[in-house]
């Protein structure tokens, strides 16, 4: 209570009245690396930033004075004023969510939101209150009110221990139902806060240019998602989190999603710098974030401080997301899955020279990618035949795979099948095979054809499951209970198909978005845990579901990897039947990127294996993370067949760039089975396949 009354003091001596500016400070580890003063109408926030450098937040209380006084950073230089004199600004746009559950729900996909009624609205900031509280290393001061609409709030600004990053968001709830949401945001100023604006455009390379507060504000194709403003003292770069602020789309368009200038969409008079989002999205579907009633939607962005130029900045953004590659592990080879580039209709089928090495297979061995596996003819092409243009288009497909393929990439041919099974599904064969997704009564299942050997004619989901079995493929449910996938695998779970080791399980993708939760989408992790306690040994791999692949395309944010567990990579010629092992076998895990774990055991035995438990049911779980972004939590996930447990590990106490080994000791008495996930502070995050338990 002495604490509290000393902080009222100090604003009741600033001339605040009371009842309008409270600093409650209950919650505040005065002992911690973080410390806060307060002095008159200012709020001085201080924390470590990286190795011999201090971050600063001044923050003004004062209504008629913008938020951030001064953004400062010392090190072996002295102290420097970075900026000063900005507020943070956000337009949240709501429109109207169809929840209808033949579309799946609140996990539709298959929304156009802005072909409905919608209105952006501007979120207004009262600087009623403050309060200042720890979580480990991270610090978060909470002020006033905020409100847009039906939604009501208040901001929170998020520093972390250790790195000179601080996280602005608008925390707002509504509790009107069937609402999306869409969201700008970024730091403003009525007078002139920057002597450059920089980025990093689509090419690579570097942009500048001179600040001048009556330009009208400009919509930029950046690389890596950032915006950087420059003074005399050092740089402030300006970013989203890398994954969640990009809503899913068929279409990875980078749709200049950052901006700085005057008088933003004619609703932001100031001149400022932020991220953005292209209302229309890709002009597909569209579905914009899910705002359930009372959820808390966190409108966020990050800022980093740097006493360097705008390159120097932009070099520390980038280094939590590997420079938006996926990072090498030993005993590991990257893999990344469905993909509708379709190359072989495209270019490969027609009268088009096929280029030495497409802009999509660059693409991804740049950004650190082993084993790509397609999803090619979904639309074009001739799945159902005729049977002459079915297997010429086949027969390209397994040509150009194999000519693209090198000693560290390998290009695999897969289709989006959609027949026999219901919904829509993934193949995936050791090897070409020739099989055609349609069979007349006089055709036999199998035949020789002279120019392309064995082909398959199939008719029902019985020759399907026995296509499968024959050539040792695999199947598992693409975008599991939403798209064109709704409502499965759950109605046939109980098919012989279904229940049989050639369909693996299921694909994750982040559908669908919501700015509420602590980690990615939940729709197919908690389809996981169903097939798990069905007393089923399926698994899931992450998928990316996109069309374009394109060296201007927002690529890393829509993608997510597949870390497979393998030494060696197999090759093309003697075929990839070790990749189809592993996926089988549930060894390996699935990341955004930025979180790794390089290890998970249950009592010594690993993802895909299965334990016989103590007697006492008691047994130790061992990993390993590597992340970028300062962790949030960890959680063992477990099943009896019937309902689902969840022990959380806080991991608040981490710093950013690290690795830590963690062991838990549980009781599983009485569980079926046992997975690992792990997520940081910006909702990037990994997750293991089930060790089962008997």
């Keep these: 209570m002495k604490k509290v009354f000393l902080a009222l003091s100090c604003l009741l001596a600033s001339g605040l009245a009371i009842g309008q500016v409270k600093v409650d400070y209950t919650h505040f580890n005065k002992n911690g690396a973080a410390k806060v003063a307060v002095s008159k109408d200012l709020i001085t926030l201080s924390w470590p930033g990286n190795t011999g450098t201090t971050a600063q937040l001044v923050l003004d209380m004062n209504k008629d004075k913008a938020l951030f006084n001064a953004i400062k950073l010392s090190g072996k230089t002295g102290v420097k004023t970075i900026a000063g004199n900005l507020d943070p600004a956000f337009i949240l746009t709501i429109g109207k969510r169809t929840l209808d559950p033949k579309s799946g729900g609140w996990d539709v996909f298959f929304d156009r939101v802005p072909t409905k009624p919608y209105k952006a609205h501007n979120v207004s900031f009262d600087k009623t209150s403050a309060s200042v509280s720890s979580n480990g290393s991270k610090t978060t001061i909470r002020i006033g009110e905020m409100a847009s609409s039906t939604f009501k709030g208040a901001l929170e600004i998020i520093v972390y221990d250790g790195s000179p990053m601080f996280n602005v968001a608008a925390v707002l709830a509504t509790q009107k139902d069937s609402t999306a949401i869409i969201y700008d945001a970024g730091l403003v100023s009525k007078q002139q806060p920057w002597d450059n604006i920089s980025w990093e455009d689509v090419r690579e390379r570097m942009q500048v240019r001179k600040a001048v507060q009556t330009e009208t504000s400009k919509n930029l194709e950046v690389k890596y998602r950032t915006v950087i403003g420059q003074t005399k003292q050092g740089s402030l770069a300006l970013f989203p989190a890398p994954h969640q602020y990009f809503y899913p789309l068929d279409e990875a368009f980078n749709l200049r999603f950052t901006w700085y200038g005057s008088n933003y969409r004619d609703m932001i008079p100031e001149f400022g710098i932020g991220i953005r989002q292209e209302l229309e999205g890709d002009k597909r579907y569209v579905p914009w974030f899910n705002a359930p009633p ?401």
């Design 294 to 694: 009372n959820t808390q939607q966190r409108l966020n962005f990050f800022c980093l401080i740097d006493q360097g130029t705008p390159t120097a900045a932009l070099s520390q953004v980038k280094k939590f997301t590997h420079n938006d590659t996926f990072k090498p592990l030993p005993g590991y080879k990257t893999m990344e899955s469905h993909f509708h580039n379709e190359f072989i209709s495209s270019v490969a089928l027609t009268n088009k020279p096929a280029p030495e090495e497409p802009n999509f297979v660059k693409i991804f061995k740049d950004m650190g990618v082993n084993i790509v596996h397609l999803g090619e003819f979904h639309g074009p092409g001739h799945p159902k035949g005729p049977d002459d243009a079915r297997l010429r288009e086949l027969d390209a497909l397994f040509k150009e795979c194999e000519r693209l393929s090198t000693d560290n990439f390998l290009l695999l041919p897969g289709e989006e099948a959609n027949n026999f099974y219901g919904g829509h599904w993934m193949s995936f064969f050791p090897k070409p095979v020739y099989w055609v997704m349609s069979r007349k009564d006089e055709q036999p299942y199998v035949s020789q054809h002279p120019k392309y050997g064995k082909v398959y004619h199939i008719g029902n989901k019985e020759e399907m499951l026995k296509l499968m079995e024959e050539e040792k493929g695999l199947a598992w449910v693409a975008h599991a209970r939403t798209k064109g996938s709704t409502g499965y695998p759950d109605a046939y779970k109980d098919e012989a198909f279904f229940r049989s080791d050639t369909y693996m399980g299921a694909a994750w993708k982040a559908i669908p978005a919501d700015l509420s939760t602590p980690t990615q989408a939940r729709r197919v992790l908690n389809l996981l845990d169903d097939m798990n306690n069905w007393g089923l040994k399926k698994h899931v791999i992450s998928e990316c579901d996109i069309f374009t692949i394109e060296p201007e395309n927002e690529m890393y944010a829509h993608l997510n990897i597949n870390y497979l567990k393998m030494d060696k990579m197999p090759t093309h010629k003697t075929g990839w039947q070790p990749v189809l092992d592993v996926m089988s076998q549930g060894k390996f895990f699935s990341s955004t990127g930025e979180v790794l774990i390089p290890s998970f055991t249950v009592s010594g035995r690993n993802s895909g294996e299965t334990l016989a438990l103590p007697a006492d049911g008691n047994v130790n779980v061992v990993f390993s993370l590597d992340w970028t972004y300062p962790m949030n939590f960890a959680e063992i996930i477990s099943g009896d067949g019937s309902k689902v447990y969840h022990d959380r590990i806080d991991l608040n106490d981490t710093r950013a760039f690290g690795t830590r080994t963690i062991t838990k000791k549980l009781n599983l008495k009485g569980r079926t089975w046992v997975r690992l996930e792990a997520w940081d502070t910006a909702t990037n995050g990994a997750f293991t396949q089930t060790v089962y338990l008997k």
